[in-house]
């Protein structure tokens, strides 16, 4: 416990450090910066002792002293980011690296001249004045630890505006890029978010993290037997590095948008995100999540349908291997009348990792005429691999029609047997299997191209798995 509030010490010293440098900036930022870094003081880290964080330990990351990287970090290569599967899309791209805005590497070129997409920190630096009203404002700090510490140390990002009735052809491709610690020193980045999307526009985002110049792979990571599901030890602060992101998404009315997330973090990265997305009359969004990296990995996606006839779809595939550790929260809120929501999670589970997916769906009382339907399926590769899943209703109305359920299994023997008799082998037979459950969620892609590469992405990934012996 020295350790964590030690820890929890470094981040309220780093505050008081840059507040300095933050009283230049807006004045209501600086408020909300400050109730952001009171209230983490208070909450302090997550522990297991809370429903929310039951099956994950956050103690690796609240042991380890992570220092905010230095803003002036020395840019990848071009050739050195390309090994993100989406790099050379036809399509806009803004990258960060560690937290900041690369403006060498990034590409406006397809933007219509109406969009404003690009750096956070300049848009607070020009003092547009629809921050204020956005930022911040949606994903609620007050009993979520981690967002609080995003709000607090929040400095750079994409803040994306779409204007009424826009329509983008092409995606915009967020890529977030995560170099090596200099000096043996574990580092922080706080990626903050906005996305603005006007009245009857539409169009698509893509958010992809990644790592370069990692260290090796596992060392010492999670290796020892004692060490439970759920719980990730670490080889050294300089071997680790930790990404806390949030994104808060508003779609307008009658807006369109698909918002995709491809996580690629490094095997010895902590990973923790909030995705939060208001959603006003009549609108769609659909969210496609990928998660394939990292050593500790959790994400919050929320959802709130504030507006009648709203639409949201939400599709997510992990795959995981040795001791990785992935942890999927979701909440739909249904807070409006004839509002749909329709929800598949599946994962791939091998080795001694582990998994958790908890999916909420709120139907409040003036919600009437709600339709939503939840799933979440998961398959095993190994006796040693663990999931614990938790589809979950909350109803308030009492005209609505709301289905869930969860299902654990392993590969069908029988459709092994049948593979393996048209002179397949046992491991190909296997790997067939496994691609075709995780297939159906890249399937739900619109955009051709990026459906082409998230197929590559999950190739490689399940490559990844140990091969098994004929028998």
């Known amino acids: 416990m020295t350790a964590v509030k030690d820890t929890q010490d470094v981040y309220l010293s780093s505050f008081t450090e840059r507040e300095k440098d933050f009283a230049a900036g807006p004045a209501w930022l600086n408020e909300v910066r400050r109730a952001a870094i009171h209230r983490f003081a208070d909450l302090g880290f997550p522990t297991t002792q809370i429903e929310d964080w039951k099956y994950t330990s956050v103690e690796p990351i609240a042991r380890v002293a992570f220092q905010l990287g230095p803003r002036d970090a020395t840019a990848p290569a071009t050739e050195e980011i390309r090994r993100s599967c989406c790099f050379d899309l036809d399509c806009s791209r803004l990258v960060f690296v560690n937290g900041h805005f690369n403006r060498e590497l990034s590409s406006r070129e397809s933007l219509p001249k109406e969009v404003h997409a690009g750096s956070l920190a300049e848009a607070l630096a020009r003092g547009a004045p629809v921050l204020e009203q956005h930022l911040g404002r949606y994903a609620d700090f007050q009993d979520r ?69 990692e260290a090796p792979t596992f060392r010492g990571l999670g290796r020892e037997p004692s060490i439970p599901a759920g719980h990730v030890s670490h080889g050294g602060p300089g071997e680790v590095y930790f990404t806390n992101a949030v994104t808060e998404i508003v779609a307008g009315e009658n807006a369109v948008i698909d918002h995709g997330k491809l996580q690629q973090e490094g095997a010895s990265a902590f990973h923790v995100a909030t995705v939060q997305i208001q959603q006003e009359r009549a609108s769609t969004v659909s969210t496609r999540t990928f998660t394939f990296g990292g050593a500790l990995v959790r994400e919050d996606l929320n959802i709130v349908l ?166």
């Open 145 to 213: 630890a981690f967002v609080a510490l995003n709000t607090a140390l929040l400095e750079d990002g994409a803040f994306i505006e779409i204007p009424k009735g826009l329509v983008l052809e092409k995606p915009i491709y967020l890529l977030f890029v995560s170099t090596a610690p200099s000096g043996g020193q574990a580092s922080v980045s706080f990626p903050r978010n906005l996305i603005l999307a006007g009245r009857e526009s539409q169009a698509t985002f893509i958010e992809g993290y990644i790592a370069l110049d």
């Open 306 to 471: 504030a507006g009648e006839g709203a639409n949201a779809h939400l599709n997510g595939l992990y795959v995981t291997f040795d001791r990785q550790h992935v942890d999927h929260h979701t909440t739909i809120d249904h807070a409006q009348a004839h509002c749909d929501s329709r929800e598949l999670y599946k994962g791939v589970l091998d080795d001694h990792s582990s998994a958790v997916f908890n999916g909420r769906v709120i139907v409040r009382k003036d919600a009437q005429k709600t339709d939503s339907k939840q799933s979440n399926k998961n398959l095993l590769l190994s006796e040693d691999a663990v999931i614990n899943t938790k589809p979950q209703l909350e109803i308030f109305a009492d005209d609505v029609k709301c289905t869930h359920g969860a299902t654990i299994g392993q590969v069908d023997q029988e459709a092994i047997f049948y593979l393996r008799s048209r002179g397949i082998g046992r491991d190909e037979a296997r790997s067939l299997l496994t691609y075709a459950f995780a297939n159906e969620i890249i399937d739900r892609v619109k955009h051709a191209p990026l459906r082409d590469r998230l197929r590559e992405a999950l190739f490689v990934r399940l490559g990844r798995g140990p091969r098994r012996k004929e028998t």
